[in-house]
């Protein structure tokens, strides 16, 4: 009876387990037909808008092919062929993919390693497809701007018509019109230019040519339409750098004051050069005063077009004047200030001398370090600042170079005192180790001869 029991819970234990079991198997067939039938829908919605890309594409490529010649049309292309033929290789490989997977019979590979073909797949299918995206976006512009040539064309010549009109005004006006006109007789030129790659079917060429005459025209029409304005403003400019330039010749006589000043009173070391910046200073200011007369010349002559290009060279040789001009005033002030500092400066210098002197001084192991240190000490002497004619600027170079030995030799030398003392220390307790060691030696050694000869030890209370 009993064993029949036992039987039968067996029996009821393995059906449990065996429905559980089951149970759990088809829980994750079920997890993982939804991956496989999720992943299946994300890779032919993007294969969908794929399939509809490679057919813009494949029209927009046949559109150049058709629309500019060569060397153009490879141009213009670039990757695309290439592209687009990688994604109808794999548009044909989704048909193999999907085949096994509407089979019944034979579904393919429905076990979790069979979702890595999928998941490649789709990635692949996502790359291309933003590649070729981004090619098609390409060509689109590339179609375009071919297909803007003969609308830009029109506008050129309407541009040169405005010009030629706008010319004539001006002219009408009392203006010379020199700068203006030269590029309407370029513009001519460069319609004969554009109409020949046009001819040729070069329209990439053609459309980068006619953005860039289009926006010449413009602006030299822009300019013709306000020659009365733009004679104002460079008559107000002119003003103003005739100001400036007055304000360089002060400059330049305070210069001419501080190199004479500096001569008398410094060395040549101080002064040397100088003459060269003020010789410097005086030909550009006057190169500005003559192209300034040539800007009024042209201005009253109303050419405000000639009179604007000459600006640039007018300031430019100011700010050179300038320039020159400033180094014989700065090192004046140079001067100044190192006559007021450097005194205290040396002062600074030896004291920080007379510390790492003193270090040095602290131990004989330091001594080596004096003799550098006493070096150090007779150059800073030698640095007279009470000569009737002093090198300030070289003074200050070598108090400078000496300054920065100094620092690192006061740290030296502090440290190699700690170091020493240190080790004398060590050693101290060293030989008081050994002292010590060496009576308890022979300490040790009495009392062994006194065992030795059957004898007892006095004792000093005995």
Not at 275 to 284: N, Q, R, V
Not at 294 to 311: C, F, I, N, Y
Not at 411 to 436: F, I, K, N, Y
Request: aromatic fraction near 4%.
């Amino acid at each position: 009876m009993m064993l029949a029991i036992a039987l039968l819970a067996s029996m009821l234990a393995v059906g449990a387990w065996y429905a559980v079991h089951r149970n759990q198997r088809r829980q994750r067939q079920r997890e993982l037909q939804a991956r496989f039938d999720e992943l299946r829908g994300g890779i032919a919605e993007t294969a969908l808008q794929l399939d509809e890309l490679t057919e813009t594409a494949r029209r927009d490529i046949e559109l150049v092919r058709g629309s500019l010649a060569a060397p153009e049309d490879t141009e213009a292309l670039g990757d695309a062929p290439q592209v687009l033929a990688r994604a109808e290789e794999l548009l044909q490989r989704r048909t193999e993919l999907v085949k096994p997977a509407l089979d019944r019979q034979h579904p393919g590979d429905t076990s979790p390693d069979g979702l890595e073909p999928w998941r490649d797949y789709g990635e692949h299918l996502r790359a291309v497809y933003a590649e070729l995206r981004a090619e098609e976006q390409r060509l689109t512009t590339e179609l375009a701007a071919a297909e803007q040539v003969p609308d830009q064309l029109k506008q050129a010549h309407e541009l040169v018509r405005e010009v030629r009109a706008a010319l004539g005004r001006g002219e009408a006006a009392g203006y010379t019109v020199s700068t203006e006109a030269n590029t309407a007789d370029i513009a001519a030129e460069r319609l004969e230019e554009v109409e020949r790659l046009v001819a040729e079917c070069l329209l990439r060429s053609a459309h980068a040519n006619l953005v860039e005459l289009i926006r010449d025209l413009s602006a030299t029409r822009d300019d013709l339409n306000a020659l009365r304005r733009r004679s104002a403003e460079v008559e107000t400019r002119l003003a103003e750098l005739a100001k400036s330039l007055d304000a360089v010749d002060t400059r330049g006589q305070e210069a001419a004051a501080c190199q004479a000043t500096l001569t008398e009173q410094c060395a040549p070391g101080v002064w040397a050069g100088l003459a060269e910046y003020l010789a410097e200073g005086g030909k550009h200011a006057e190169q500005a005063r003559a192209e300034l007369d040539r800007a009024r010349r042209a201005l009253d002559a109303g050419d405000p077009g000639q009179a604007e290009s000459v600006l640039p060279e007018i300031d430019d040789h100011r700010a050179r004047a300038e320039a020159a001009y400033a180094v014989p005033i700065e090192r004046q002030a140079t001067v100044q200030r190192l006559r007021e500092s450097l005194p205290g400066t040396r002062e600074e210098v030896r004291s920080r001398l007379a510390r790492a002197e003193g270090i040095a001084e602290e131990d004989e192991a330091l001594h080596p370090m004096s003799r550098v240190l006493a070096e150090l000490h007779r150059q800073v002497d030698a640095v007279d600042l009470t000569v009737d004619k002093p090198e300030w600027l070289l003074c200050e170079w070598r108090l400078a170079e000496i300054d920065t030995l100094v620092t690192p030799l006061t740290e030296l030398g502090s440290h190699a005192l700690r170091t020493v003392r240190d080790v004398r220390t060590e050693l101290d307790r060293a030989r008081a180790a050994r002292e010590e060691a060496r009576e308890a030696q022979r300490a040790a050694e009495v009392e062994l001869a006194w065992h030795l000869n059957g004898r007892r030890r006095p004792r000093w209370n005995e």
